[in-house]
């Protein structure tokens, strides 16, 4: 593929984090809090990946896993367009990993990880440590 105007080579970002509810509400109140903030912050790195330099999404994906009190899966492909949410979290959930997985083009792996960090950090209540698999 080559893209005019920059570097046709994707850039690949991964990372998990731990997301801490403070008190689990009930399930449909979880459910509709937990997408709207996961939607917010997925939108705002959108934006921000694209105020710097980010000129194509290959593909930015995420997924909160609360094992068998299910999950949700989240995606947006294009700037400018909300994420698109399917599945539901059941039961007393507490806490659930996110996971984060980034394909853009225009920006470094650098600017992507600092970014997701900015929009992350609100909802995490702490972060694992993270996995960050670029180039894989």
Known sequence: MNLKGFDSQPVRFSR?????????????????EIRMNISNALARL???LEENGCV???HIK???????????????TA?????QCRGEMRGDVSSARLILNVIVFGVDEETVGRIAEVCFKEIQG????????GGR
């Open 56 to 58: 194509l999404i290959g």
């Open 79 to 83: 700037f400018g367009r909300e994420p």
């Open 46 to 48: 959108t934006g921000m």
């Open 16 to 32: 998990v984090y731990e997301i801490q509810l403070s008190e689990p509400p009930d399930s449909a109140e979880m459910s509709a």
């Open 62 to 76: 995420a997924y909160l896993d609360a094992g068998p009190d299910g999950g949700i899966f989240f995606s947006i």
């Open 126 to 133: 702490k972060d694992d440590g993270g996995r960050k698999d």
